[in-house]
Structure formats: structure tokens, C-alpha cells
């Protein structure tokens, strides 16, 4: 079956514009997560739906940074006015059950867009 | 806090040999689950084993092992006769229990970049 999808794959923007990433996950996952990944690190946590609701969103850096998933399905993480230091690959995950009645539950991981700010 | 730790940044082995990673771990919970992944120079996250905090059973998958150690906070990972496609950047993660953690995020350590020589 498809895994997480992602896209774009790579994506330049300059400094200042406004950037729209979106992920599409396995079908049937509850569970859709953001991260971060820095050049030689490892993931950093963004944001957390389970369905359509945004649960969690202590991860993310600042106001700039902003996501949704409306249909419970497709999310997209958009970020305003991008900086420099946003420069880094976003990973998309899902995963079939809701914590809460699973614990933790495996993800799965897309493979990501390395976002580049000049 | 919660916390994981791979000390080893990068490892380098040649084919055939066993190699170890380790992962060290902090959580204020009793409840809370280890996970090993894997990424290729692809980018995409593999999962590879997931483990709870009550079972402390060592596990065997092929060519992979894990030993879990409660009484130290580890979570090892070993690769026996290790191959050219073994090579890659493995991340140990943390997952706390709903009770803290809504919404399941992982955790990550910084990660181990294993190179395999042929």
C-alpha cells in the first residue's frame, strides 16, 4: 500500500516569503505528526492532530509557523515570512491509532522537504 | 526530563563485522516506549522495533538485535555481519505515556551515523 507522501520534495524560498508544505498520509491513520530536522540532527517534534484537531503544537518555533488538517486527512504546514534558521528538512508521520488507546504507537515517516532559505 | 543520548556520532565498521549503537535514555515515567529507526541516504524514516517499558524481553530480528536494560536506561541496538546496505544514520526515540505526552510524539537522540565498508 502507499506510504506517507510528501511534498514538495524540495522547495528554495527567499527570505521573507511564505512557504506551503503538505503531507498526505497512509490512508486511515488517526494519528499525523510534524518534525523538524536540522542538517546532522536528529527530528525535532512541531505539532501533533489526531483526525482534524490540532492536539499539540508546543513544537512549534514560533507564530510564524502554522499547520492544519481539516479533513482529518491531508495536512499542510505553512510557514510565513521564512528565516534563514527554518532552513531544514520537515518529516511528515503518521500512525493508525490515537495514543490514548494504543500508548505508543510505531509512525511512519515520509520522506520529507528540505526546505532551503536564501 | 526526557531525554535520549547516542554518544556515538559516527561509526565506522567494515563488512562482516558486529557492530553496536547505543542509546541512553531519561523519562519521569514508567510507562513509555523505545523505538529504533533507520534512515538511508534517501531521507525516510524506517521504523525497525518498538518496544514498551514493561517488557524487558531482548528481541532478535535476523541480522538485528536489541537488549533493553531498565537498570541502566538503555536501549542497545546490535547489527551482526553487518553489510554494505546496514549503512546508514539510526535514531534510538522515546515515546512517555499519554499521561504526558497527549499525543505520542517521539523523542529522538541526535543519531548514529554507521558506515559499513566493503
Known amino acids: 500500500g502507499a506510504g506517507v507522501s510528501q511534498s514538495p520534495r524540495y522547495k528554495v524560498a527567499k527570505r521573507g516569503q511564505d512557504v506551503a508544505l503538505r503531507c498526505d498520509p497512509i490512508?486511515?491513520?488517526?494519528?499525523l505528526f510534524w518534525y523538524q530536522q536540522a542538517l546532522g540532527q536528529g527530528p525535532e517534534f512541531l505539532t501533533y492532530?489526531?483526525?482534524?484537531?490540532?492536539?499539540?503544537k508546543s513544537g512549534l518555533p514560533s507564530d510564524r509557523f502554522f499547520a492544519e488538517r481539516p479533513e482529518g486527512s491531508v495536512s499542510t504546514l505553512k510557514i510565513q515570512r521564512t528565516q534563514q534558521e527554518d532552513s531544514a528538512v520537515y518529516l511528515c508521520?503518521?500512525?493508525?491509532?490515537?495514543?490514548?488507546?494504543?500508548?505508543?504507537?510505531?509512525?511512519?515517516f515520509g520522506p520529507g522537504t528540505r526546505l532551503t532559505v536564501t | 526530563a526526557q531525554k535520549v543520548t547516542q554518544a556515538q556520532t559516527e561509526i565506522s565498521v567494515v563488512e562482516k563485522e558486529d557492530v553496536t549503537l547505543d542509546c541512553v535514555y531519561e523519562?519521569?515515567?514508567?510507562?513509555?516506549?523505545l523505538f529504533w529507526y533507520k534512515q538511508p541516504p534517501s531521507g525516510e524514516l524506517v521504523f525497525l522495533i518498538r518496544?514498551?517499558?514493561?517488557?524487558?524481553q531482548n528481541e532478535i530480528s535476523g541480522r538485528y538485535s536489541w537488549n533493553f536494560q531498565k537498570s541502566t536506561s538503555s536501549f542497545n541496538f546490535t547489527i551482526t555481519a553487518s553489510q554494505v546496505v546496514d549503512s546508514a544514520v539510526y535514531f534510538c526515540?522515546?515515546?512517555?505515556?499519554?499521561?504526558?505526552?497527549?499525543?505520542?510524539?517521539?523523542?529522538f537522540g541526535q543519531g548514529t551515523e554507521l558506515s559499513v565498508k566493503p
Open positions: 508521520a503518521s500512525s493508525l491509532r490515537s495514543p490514548s488507546s494504543s500508548g505508543g504507537s510505531e509512525q511512519y
Open positions: 490512508s486511515g491513520h488517526v494519528s
Open positions: 518496544r514498551n517499558s514493561f517488557d524487558e
Open positions: 523519562t519521569r515515567d514508567t510507562t513509555y516506549y
Open positions: 526515540a522515546l515515546s512517555e505515556a499519554a499521561i504526558y505526552n497527549q499525543g505520542g510524539k517521539l523523542i
Open positions: 492532530f489526531q483526525n482534524e484537531a490540532q492536539l499539540d
